[in-house]
């Protein structure tokens, strides 16, 4: 379990490289795991009209969506997105989500009784250890 004081520590810290524009926010950002504190810092963060911040959004998108407690931090970005028809972001969220499905390449291999001849076919396919409803 982790320090409350330290998580206010980096939200803290985390919301001064926003308002700075420094390049250490979103590392600072994924450590923080309190789900209501991101709730609000997100509904700020979409909302602010500075390049940079659209930046940071995508550049959030691009890494593994796997910080404990980022739930809102998706949920909020994603409905904004949405409201806005904005097609940029959109893609990035599409991108984001792909990547959180495992997938494997499985070549499977079919004989022709007619021609006697076999084909080899590869196939994209989620391995039967994953959630089913996430599919």
């Known amino acids: 379990m982790s320090n409350p004081e330290n998580e206010r520590g980096q939200m803290l810290l985390a919301e001064e490289y926003f308002a700075s524009e420094n390049p250490a926010f979103l590392e600072t950002l994924r450590r923080v795991s309190q789900p209501k504190t ?3 810092f997100t ?3 979409r ?3 500075r390049p940079w911040a659209r930046e940071q959004i995508l550049a959030y998108l691009s890494q593994p969506l796997n910080c404990p407690g980022h739930q809102p931090v998706v949920k909020h970005l994603f409905k904004h997105a949405e409201e806005n028809k904005d097609h940029e972001l959109m893609a990035a969220f599409l ?3 792909d990547r959180q499905v495992r997938r494997k390449i499985v070549t499977k ?4 009784f007619r021609t006697r001849t076999s084909t080899e076919e590869e196939r994209l ?3 039967r250890d994953c959630d089913s409803s996430a599919r």
Do not use: I, Q, S
């Not at 291999?109 to 022709?112: I, L, N």
């Open 38 to 40: 991101l709730a609000g």
């Open 43 to 45: 509904d700020r963060w």
């Open 47 to 49: 909302k602010d009209p």
């Open 95 to 97: 991108m984001a989500f």
């Open 109 to 112: 291999r079919r004989w022709d």
């Open 125 to 127: 396919v989620t391995p």
